[in-house]
């Protein structure tokens, strides 16, 4: 009983971590080392803080109420729950698509195989894990194995490299450069959309809710941005290397041209390794989360596993169709997943606020709600930003 509570909590953990952890983590997080080189660290330090704040606050009113986030929006407003629900959907499916892309490309940098068919065989792969007699342990200890692979990974390239440690500590509390779009981007990239719940809903999925396991999900789910954040830094670091070394690097292509520039052919193998662990983890973490959106603590295991395999059959589809997920709907999916941040993290407050019943009368710490409303009053921010960016988008489309 001990062993399957500690799998189910570490599943959880790792699940929201990995999920965080997708082929746009990698591109971003290159991407933004390369623009900024050792003042990229203050950025991950002050998303991480910020982090913290938010899934604190999730993880702690979900898995207190035992209620997913729509059935908790239900429970506020009728409606609001399922109009979560539909926004959730529709990045999901999106992202998805993105995410079956990133398997492709990073099983044809591992191994040089076709890049639709290395995305149609990790869905196939998804779908067994899933459909599979014990597919809610499979996952937890497939994400947990997982995690630890690229942990192993990032410590591997951030060694090969050699990077300016002393400089990037420093410059994690003295930056150059501080830039806060790319602050709200690394928040967004790492709690926003379906990512915000993944780990609490499967500790309800799990069935480890409740106010006895109120400690045990607050340190479960400061772990998993620790988790998320660590392979950030690690990555931070391997590309800061050979940043530093001044070799030029494609800016389309920033962490495998990194990779290879370190380690030659070898290095672009490990790349289509990361990137295919990232991408395979993220497929799962997206289909399971999206699917726990159109479903209810009551939901018999059959229908949880006609939706989750409806899901994968789909979004699979559309990439075998179109190849990649279109840009326009990446960059829509993108900015409603900022403009889905504050409108569910209003919902987790108000109830931690107002309604004391719905957590079972759990008394909720007034630091922990100030801290909450602090980092909300960010995700407006990013959620103005994202509303901003829709309408850029719909008045040029």
């Keep these: 009983m001990a062993a399957t509570r500690r799998t189910a909590f570490f599943g959880a953990m790792f699940l929201m971590a990995t999920s965080a952890v997708g082929p746009g983590f990698i591109t971003q997080t290159s991407t933004f080392t390369y623009q900024l080189g050792a003042a990229f660290a203050f950025a991950i330090l002050i998303s991480v803080i910020v982090d913290i704040a938010v899934q604190l606050n999730v993880w702690r009113v ?38 079956i892309a990133g398997a492709g490309i990073g099983l044809n940098a591992l191994t040089g195989m076709d890049a639709s068919l290395g995305g149609g065989l990790s869905v196939a792969l998804a779908l067994l894990i899933f459909l599979s007699k014990k597919a809610g342990v499979a996952l937890d200890r497939i994400v947990v194995a997982c995690g630890a692979v690229l942990i192993l990974l990032m ?11 002393g400089e990037a500590m420093r410059q994690t509390v003295l930056p150059a450069e501080i830039d806060f779009f790319v602050i709200t981007t690394l928040v967004g990239g790492t709690v926003g959309g379906y990512i915000t719940y993944a780990g609490a809903h499967r500790l309800i999925a799990s069935g480890h809710s409740g106010v006895e396991n109120v400690r045990r999900i607050s340190q479960t789910s400061v772990m998993g941005i620790i988790v998320a954040s660590v392979i950030r830094f690690l990555l931070f670091l391997a590309i800061l290397g050979v940043v530093t070394t001044g070799v030029s690097l494609a800016a389309d292509n920033v962490a495998a041209d990194a990779f290879q520039s370190a380690l030659g052919e070898f290095g672009l193998r490990v790349f289509g390794l990361v990137f295919w662990v990232a991408a395979i983890t993220s497929i799962l973490g997206c289909t399971f989360t999206t699917v726990s959106f ?59 606020a107002f309604r004391k019943d719905l957590l079972g009368g759990y008394r909720y710490p007034k630091w922990l709600l100030i801290i909450g409303v602090l980092a909300w009053a960010l995700t407006l921010y990013m959620g103005a930003e994202s509303l901003t960016g829709i309408a850029e988008l719909w008045q040029t489309g």
């Design 62 to 99: 979900i898995g207190v109420s035992g209620l997913y986030a729509q059935e908790l929006g239900n429970r506020m407003l009728p409606g609001l729950g399922w109009a979560l629900a539909g926004l959730i959907l529709f990045g999901g499916f999106v992202f998805n698509v993105g995410n």
């Design 155 to 165: 410590i591997y390239m951030a060694a090969t490299t050699s990077p300016p440690v």
């Design 294 to 352: 159109l479903t209810t603590r009551n939901t018999s295991p059959k229908v949880r596993a006609v939706l989750l395999a409806v899901f994968l059959v789909l979004t699979g589809g559309i990439f075998l169709a179109l190849g990649q997920a279109p840009q326009t709907l990446l960059i829509l999916a993108g900015a409603i997943n900022g403009a889905v941040l504050p409108l569910g993290f209003t919902v987790v407050l108000a109830a931690a």
